[in-house]
């Protein structure tokens, strides 16, 4: 009896030790196995998105490989590209032509509808090119860039008219290749708010000719914004609107209720929702209040309104330069005096004169006054903010 006893327990015991050691051995063999397949299927996602053919894609469906320029706004029907010189960025292995599908459309008030056109500038590894591309009304697609050789390329694709002129829609990109990691964010971010000469107003033909504002005779990407950013390698923001004004304009609204909007021009009720931090902020505002006989007092009021508007909006800790004299008098000192008013260049608020140009259409800068007047802004920033 007491030999099938310790028969029995032998028994038990062995069975017991094959049990533990399949157990032990058979779990970390699974996991291992299956970290292996989603390792395999993450590689095979890679290699899928890096083969050569003929693609297009949804604009809004590749947001993770674009970079975006300003204000804009991801939307079921696209990229909504309204602001001026805003647009995007990619980087893409491509061979043959890269085809850009927008959609555009007039700002319609109740006093009527503006013109539709729409200009955009590309630039392609850096470069601008020579082309503007319009879009008169409605969908189109246009080729923005050629290669005869198959490569790695940067295009960058910005909008050249005011919102106030018209409005669009960047849909789709088809191109054979595959993109490539979104382009880097740059150290810097300048955020410009502004009137007509932020907006490039008339700065593509001289004073005197006929219809200085509308989308043909302005370009925002050759304005002192746009090229102050270059010239600083910023990466930048225009939130402008020809005749606006901080106190009085010629629009029935002021610049509290545009720079709160998402697209004022769009929407008057959607708010903007910050997407970005901007280090610097310009703002080249008073021309339309001097011309509106806006008084001191109600000048300064809202001059510091505007001011703390910014940096409730960004932080506090945002610095702020506020520039004048482009188009004359522009109320330069109420602007001063409400800088001081609230700390001055201690508070890191900051006066900048601007020299003043008026051969363009409508006595605004023309391309030259602006690329002068970029040269002293940027120069007051890198010695004012940049290198303290």
Same mark, same amino acid.
């Given at each position: 009896m007491k030999r099938i006893l310790a028969f029995l327990? +032998?028994?038990?015991? $062995?069975?017991?030790? &094959?049990? $533990? +050691?399949?157990?032990?051995?058979?779990?970390?063999?699974?996991?291992?196995? #299956? %970290?292996?397949?989603? #390792? #395999?299927?993450?590689?095979? #996602?890679?290699?899928?998105?890096?083969?050569i053919e003929d693609r297009k894609y949804e604009l809004k469906d590749v947001t993770d490989s674009l970079k975006f320029l300003g204000r804009n706004t991801v939307t079921t029907n696209g990229i909504i590209c309204d602001h001026s010189a805003s647009g995007i960025e990619f980087c893409a292995y491509v061979e043959g032509d890269v085809k850009l599908s927008v959609s555009v459309s007039a700002r319609v008030t109740p006093s009527g509808a503006y013109e539709s056109n729409t200009?955009?500038?590309?630039? @392609?590894?850096?470069?601008?090119?020579?082309?503007? &591309?319009?879009? %008169? +009304?409605?969908?189109?697609?246009?080729? @923005?860039? +050629? &290669?005869?050789?198959?490569?790695?390329?940067? @295009?960058? @694709?910005?909008?050249?008219?005011?919102?106030?002129?018209?409005l669009s829609v960047l849909k789709k990109l088809q191109f054979k290749g595959y993109f490539e990691a979104a382009p880097a964010a740059k150290d810097l971010l300048i955020e410009f708010i502004g009137d007509s000469i932020t907006s490039g107003y008339g700065n593509l033909c001289k004073n005197g000719a006929a219809n200085p504002g509308n989308a043909l005779n302005q370009d925002a990407t050759q304005t002192y914004a746009f090229m102050t950013a270059e010239k600083l390698g910023a990466d930048h923001s225009l939130v402008s609107y020809s005749g606006i004004g901080v106190a009085k304009g010629w629009p029935d609204f002021l610049m509290e209720e545009f720079f709160t909007a998402d697209s004022y021009c769009r929407s008057t009720s959607t708010a903007y929702e910050k997407s970005f931090t901007p280090d610097i902020v310009v703002i080249n505002l008073g021309t339309n209040d001097n011309t509106k006989g806006a008084t001191a007092t109600t000048f300064m009021t809202k001059a510091k309104a505007l001011i703390n508007l910014v940096r409730d909006t960004y932080g506090k800790d945002v610095k702020i330069v506020w520039v004048a004299n482009m188009m004359g008098s522009s109320m330069q000192t109420y602007a001063l005096k409400a800088i001081n008013a609230l700390g001055g260049e201690d508070n890191g608020l900051y006066m900048c004169m601007l020299p003043q140009e008026q051969t363009g259409g409508g006595g605004h800068p023309s391309i030259a006054g602006h690329t002068a007047a970029a040269e002293v802004l940027a120069n007051f920033i890198q010695e004012k903010i940049l290198s303290e």
């Open positions: 327990l +032998s028994v038990i015991l $062995c069975v017991s030790l &094959f049990a $533990c +050691s399949g157990t032990a051995n058979d779990i970390p063999q699974d996991d291992e196995n #299956n %970290a292996n397949n989603e #390792n #395999n299927e993450n590689n095979e #996602n890679e290699e899928d998105k890096k083969v200009y955009y500038t590309v630039y @392609i590894d850096g470069v601008r090119q020579e082309k503007r &591309f319009n879009v %008169a +009304s409605g969908e189109a697609t246009l080729t @923005i860039a +050629s &290669f005869a050789e198959g490569g790695v390329h940067t @295009i960058r @694709i910005l909008k050249q008219t005011e919102s106030q002129n018209s």
